[in-house]
């Protein structure tokens, strides 16, 4: 069961936020507030930066609750299975740093 939790949260994440942020979008343009939104006297980018933020912010929200009843539910992971697990990024650095600087180089270059 402790090897579901991360998984869990990722999905709890990733789901969680992108049905929100499309909900909120759809609920706002059929009730009105989209467009005072867009007639307002701030920019564009301030409104798309404010909607990713409300839209993080509310992920972390999710995130940090599901970390919170994994820990209260199965406990904190001790030292010893974190370091008996092959896949560990402490364990494997250089599996994982490539992708992650191909990753960074590939945003950067949007």
Known sequence: MADLVP??????????????????????????????????????????LGKILGGSFFGLTISLVMVFLG????GAPDDKSLASNPYH??????????????FGSYKGGL
């Open 7 to 48: 998984g869990l949260i990722g999905m709890a994440t990733l789901f969680g936020t992108t049905s929100m942020a499309a909900v909120m979008i759809t609920f706002e343009r059929r009730i009105g507030p989209l467009e005072r939104l867009l007639l307002a006297p701030i920019s564009l980018l301030v409104l798309i």
């Open 71 to 74: 820990i209260v539910f199965l």
């Open 89 to 102: 990024p402490c364990r494997r650095p250089n599996l994982f740093n490539p992708w992650l600087l191909r």
